[in-house]
């Protein structure tokens, strides 16, 4: 029976922790900052792609960094 009990506070402090939106808010950081640097110093042409991209990841990682967000814990 302790093992059940074990895994409920596991799976409770794995619930809590939003590992999948932290990972997506980073790689839209990335991305964004990445596409960024594409649209000022490369030597690239059509740089309103770069900008497009930059645009739509920084608009996706405001909307992950607020959906993000934990419920207050029980005090």
Known sequence: MNLNNNNNVNGDAAAR???KPMAGFMLCIMLAGVSLWAAFYSGYSPKL???LI????FI????????????????
């Not at 960094?65 to 029980?74: A, S």
């Open 60 to 75: 996706l990682a405001v909307y992950q960094l607020f959906d993000m967000q934990l419920e207050p814990e029980d005090s």
């Open 49 to 51: 792609i770069f900008s």
């Open 54 to 57: 930059a645009l739509f990841s």
């Open 17 to 19: 922790t939003p590992w």
